[in-house]
């Protein structure tokens, strides 16, 4: 099947990251948009077909509790180190999204596969979901700030102890677009071998 290769550069080219402060404040995405992005982060490589990622989809209340949640275990854990701008951002911020996708790598049962390449698997799904967002006129991106890492939020997301939580896609309409992206000439990064 032919594709437009022009278009579907410059779909790679032009993909941004745009926050949340970037987002038209309370325009919501429609479900069947996310739905369908999420199917295509799902068609990701992954070695063994193991299918390792994971999406928790927070929109309306779910935006609330989330935030609530994020800012309660920061609280708990910060202890004299409590930082009360960075609580205030923890419980504030994902209200500005339409919705946000808590990204998790489920491990496998048979663990055959390396851990590293069902992570790897993942990120490759995170940039489906990326260029998807693009491809829509969205926009949105993957933080792996706040609780992301954290072993007690695995609970909230129903992870094992296996699994990973990996960062959270936030998604909403563009009030503020990025600026023009930039990168070092492709002759720095790139040695070819022909012998």
Known sequence: MPFDVDVFNQLIRNRRSVFPAQFVPGKKVDDEIITEILENATWAPNHGQTEPWRFVVLTGDGLKRFAQF??????????????????HKLTTQPLLASHIIAICMKRSLAKRIPEIEEIEAVACAVQNIYLSVTAYGLGGYWTTGGITYNEKAKPFFELEEDDKLLGFFYIGHVAVPSPEGKRRPLQEKVEWMRE
């Open 70 to 87: 994020s800012g309660e275990l920061f609280k708990e854990q910060s202890g004299a180190n409590f930082n009360e701008a960075k609580y």
